[in-house]
């Protein structure tokens, strides 16, 4: 019954419901993509998240893999800059409905 829920939602708003589904089912996943408001590299994001490198790191690889989050810097070895897509701005904006509304 979610998964149905998520769907109609999705398709309601217009984006792709598997991608709003890959965050929406991921704590961590949330997380960084709500702290992404701005450009920003991962330790700032695991600052204001209070998560480890290493979820943060891989995190970024899944969300980027799924097109939500690109890195604006890939030739650096550290400090890689980090953005939402286009597609990650929707899905975090709709993210942020979405949780308002289902606050318990």
Same mark, same amino acid.
């Given at each position: 019954m979610i998964g149905y829920l998520?769907?109609? &939602?999705?398709? &309601?708003?217009?984006?792709?419901?598997?991608?709003?589904?890959?965050?929406?089912?991921?704590?961590?996943?949330?997380?960084v993509v709500l702290a992404l408001d701005s450009q920003k590299i991962p330790s700032q994001i695991k600052d204001e998240t209070k998560l480890e490198d290493s979820n943060v790191s891989r995190t970024l690889k899944e969300l980027e893999k799924e097109g939500i989050v690109r890195c604006i810097t890939p030739s650096e070895k550290t400090g890689r800059i980090y953005e939402l897509t286009k597609i990650g701005e929707e899905i975090r904006k709709e993210l942020i409905k979405y949780l308002n509304q289902h606050k318990n």
């Open positions: 998520i769907f109609k &939602f999705s398709v &309601f708003i217009g984006m792709n419901p598997h991608k709003f589904s890959f965050v929406l089912r991921g704590s961590i996943r949330k997380k």
